[in-house]
């Protein structure tokens, strides 16, 4: 069974950093690209960062390019985002999704194959 974790959300002030974890059980993560997505209430959940299975390339909303940055591990099954300089819009559930390899990146919802649960991310300004 495929599982996706979330983990580290919280509240945090304008300004401040998060860093978020998802940790995947159940398939074989190196052949898998890897992406962060987030859903801010009344709204569509929206692509956030993608990264490849190797992590030799990835792909960011330009609104978080500079601030977000996706990593991973594939030794320990995780895949990251840190989040620097955090603005109140970025208050959303973040959510960690995989799909099978590809040599190019998705950001469409609908593209990818498994999603984890959530994490809540508050920014207050």
């Known amino acids: 069974q495929v599982q996706l974790v979330e983990s580290g959300g919280g509240l945090v002030q304008a300004g401040g950093s998060l860093s978020l974890s998802c940790a995947t059980s159940?398939?074989?993560?190196?052949?898998?690209?890897m992406g962060w997505f987030r859903q801010a209430p009344g709204k569509e959940r929206e692509f956030v960062a993608a990264?490849?299975?190797?992590?030799?390339?990835?792909d960011t909303l330009d609104s978080v390019k500079g601030r977000f940055t996706i990593s991973r591990d594939n030794a320990k099954n995780t895949v990251n985002l840190q989040m620097n300089s955090l603005k109140p819009e970025d208050t959303a559930v973040y959510y960690c999704?995989?799909?099978?390899?590809?040599?190019?990146?998705?950001?469409?919802?609908?593209?990818?194959?498994?999603w984890g649960q959530g994490t809540q991310v508050t920014v207050s300004s």
């Open positions: 999704a995989a799909v099978g390899w590809s040599s190019y990146l998705k950001r469409r919802v609908g593209e990818y194959t498994y």
């Open positions: 159940g398939l074989t993560f190196s052949t898998y690209n």
């Open positions: 990264i490849t299975w190797s992590g030799g390339s990835t």
